[in-house]
Nanobody, 118 residues
């Protein structure tokens, strides 16, 4: 199983920015497509962004133009730069390996809480 450790969340005002990080415990990180999900209170898990091993990215319509996913294979880390944050972005954010739109592992990290509020 791969372990994931998310960090970088916090409380931010609407319009603000945060950068999330997710470190994965695998020596073959570079071959995996990676994904960020989020879960808001009382809501189902939502796919936010994906990045392939080659760096191709895809985003949910709700975050297009505001969020950017990237990766550093040397650090086994995937990032999520979040700009122009809105209250509806409030959620716990998780990363995982992406298997054609499904999470690759059951070993979820603790997530990182993002709260957007004035």
């Amino acid at each position: 199983q791969v372990q994931f450790v998310e960090s970088g969340g916090g409380l931010v005002q609407p319009g603000g920015s945060l950068r999330l990080s997710c470190a994965a415990s695998t020596s073959i990180f570079s071959i995996y497509a990676m994904v960020w999900y989020r879960r808001a209170p009382g809501m189902q898990r939502e796919l936010v962004a994906t990045i392939t091993s080659g760096g191709k990215t895809n985003y949910a319509d709700s975050v297009k133009g505001r969020f950017t996913i990237s990766r550093d294979n040397a650090k086994n880390t995937v990032y999520l730069q979040m700009n122009s944050l809105k209250p509806e972005d409030t959620a716990v954010y998780y990363c995982n390996v992406d298997l054609n739109g499904r999470p690759g592992f059951d070993s979820w990290g603790q997530g990182t809480q993002v709260t957007v509020s004035s």
